[in-house]
């Protein structure tokens, strides 16, 4: 026997109700549910026992409840209400998205209640979310690359980004650690958000430290600083010190360069907990990886106007220089064609300019060479008394009013070098502490072998040299000038020096303190080979 008609209706109905992945409820005008389907189980996680005859209020957060006095109305007017996106809580109490319809319910042209479709549209929403975040994300990188990409002021490009990033991670406080000297780690700047800027302050630009915190663990992100290993602490919160900010949560990011040599840091800090998250984390390794690019460029049209500034006084001093011995000789040819008896006399004298033009001439030939790669040793044996015999020898002349002392091993050490260029590197040596010296002070040249090693050194008791300036004495065209009296001079000799060292498989190095001296270090294999 068939079933009627609308009973067949009614059971595809509910099939189709139940089987449905949508929440559907009906409620009565005062709110209470009254049927609950399968989809509303999966939903919210109540069962329909657990949910029919229960007010709709327990489905609403906490602030939410004016929402279903405002749809009740709307029910008792007849209103349809389509496509409502809110918030409803699970029985976990989990906070979910959902679009809402709301249909009233009609028995004999009257309004009894209300059918509720709710679909669960959290994943939708959360991914919606990420694709807005992203696009800012990205809005925000690119509009920090613009303004730092032709920034060529390594102050300004440090203080925008320390700026910017503080405020998208939402920091209390933001700290940019960066390494105004890469190579050496002497100088820094420490500039702080709300425009502090620092340089050289009392805090170290301690690499070994930084290398440990970032090489090993990369970017640090912490609820509780105290958890990190003592040093690390130490370390940021003596950051923040001046800062009077309490740090709880940190963040640290490391400016790494393109030889991944590490520049500095980004330090975050707030007093509340769990504060930075992993998209500040992403969002700020991609700032610092356009920051390490922006300060590079930085830093070589920096370096560039230096060059170019010390190229314009070497050609200054280079002329001055070559002038003079020609000047000279000039002078002297001058007064032999007066007086042709005297040019015997005055030959050693142009003799003498000649070999300083050859020198000068020299130098700067062996300048274009190691800037083409071709600074080609010539070895050939010598002995280390020898060698310093000469380099004496040769300096004698300019060395009178100093007292040259010489503390050699008596032992003969024979060595195989471009014996020259090793005098050229003594004699630049000897010649500067000459220069920087006092006149009737002491300079001390000693020699010993360490393993298959020469070492020789050289001490003056002169104006020493300042921590800033000692890694930028090898600089081509760089003269210290630390004195009311200027120091004539290329400053083409240590960096020459360092270059000849350097080709010998050695090292050069100075150990100074202002006003009481310097010794210069070089030390080289025996043979050279």
């Known amino acids: 026997m068939r079933p009627h008609q609308p009973d067949l209706r009614n059971a595809i109905l509910a099939a189709i109700v139940d089987s449905s992945d949508d929440a559907i409820i009906s409620k009565d005008l005062k709110g209470m549910i009254t049927t609950w389907n399968n989809g509303a189980e999966r939903v919210f996680g109540y069962t329909s026992e657990e949910a029919i005859g229960k007010s709709i209020m327990m489905l609403l957060p906490q602030g939410r409840e004016h929402e279903e006095v405002e749809i009740l109305a709307k029910i008792h007017k007849g209103i349809r209400l389509d496509h409502f996106d809110t918030l409803r809580k699970t029985k976990s109490g989990k906070i979910i998205n959902i679009s809402l319809t709301v249909s009233p319910i009609y028995f004999e042209d009257k309004i009894i209640g209300a059918s509720k479709i709710a679909r669960d549209i959290t994943a939708q929403k959360e991914t919606e979310t990420l694709i807005v975040e992203h696009s800012e994300h990205l809005e925000i990188i690119n509009n920090i690359s613009r303004e730092i990409v032709y920034e060529l002021n390594v102050e300004k490009v440090v203080a925008k980004v320390t700026e910017a990033t ?3 991670c939402k920091a209390a406080c933001g700290i940019f650690l960066y390494d105004l000297e890469a190579d050496h780690g002497k100088s820094h700047m420490l500039f702080e958000s709300g425009g502090t800027s620092t340089k050289r302050t009392g805090i170290a630009f301690n690499e070994v430290l930084l290398k440990n915190i970032f090489h090993e663990k990369g970017t640090i992100r912490t609820k509780d600083i105290e958890k990190l290993e003592p040093a690390e602490t130490d370390f940021i919160l003596k950051l923040f010190e001046e800062s009077h900010c309490d740090i709880t949560s940190c963040m640290a990011i490391p400016i790494i360069s393109k030889t991944g040599l590490i520049t500095g840091g980004l330090f975050f800090g707030h007093s509340g907990i769990e504060v930075f998250k992993k998209d500040h984390e ?17 830093r070589l049209y920096e370096e560039i106007k230096s060059l170019n500034s010390r190229k314009d006084e070497f050609i200054g001093f280079a002329s001055h220089e ?22 015997v006399e005055f030959l050693p ?36 008394s020898s060698l310093i015999k000469n380099c004496l020898e040769s300096i004698i002349p300019i060395a009178k009013s100093h007292r040259i002392k010489n503390f050699t091993v008596d032992e003969e050490i024979n060595l195989n070098i471009d014996a020259h260029k090793m005098e050229q590197v003594l004699i630049n040596i000897l010649t500067n502490s000459i220069k920087y010296s006092p006149p009737d002070t002491e300079i001390s040249i ?50 020459l020096s360092q270059q000849i060292i350097l080709a010998h498989h050695g090292k050069i190095w100075v150990d100074s303190e202002i006003g009481k001296g310097s010794t210069f270090f070089i030390e080289f294999p025996i043979d050279a080979t």
């Open 446 to 495: 000693k020699a010993k072998c360490i393993n298959d090693n020469i070492q020789i050194s050289i001490t003056d008791q002169g104006r020493g040299i300042s921590n800033d300036q000692i890694h930028k004495i090898y600089t081509l065209f760089y003269r210290i000038q630390e004195s009311s009296t200027p120091v004539k001079g290329l400053g083409i000799g240590l960096y």
């Open 322 to 343: 070559l002038k003079t011995p020609l000047t000279t000789i000039k002078g002297f040819v001058q007064m032999g064609i007066q007086d042709p008896e005297q040019i």
């Open 166 to 168: 503080t405020k998208i």
């Open 349 to 384: 004298k142009i003799n003498k300019q000649i070999d300083r033009l050859s020198s000068i001439i020299e130098d700067l030939l062996d300048i274009t060479r190691i800037d083409s790669g071709k600074l080609d040793l010539t070895l050939s044996p010598i002995s280390l």
């Open 282 to 298: 992403k969002l700020i390794e991609s700032i610092a990886s356009q920051t390490a690019i922006a300060l590079e460029n930085a």
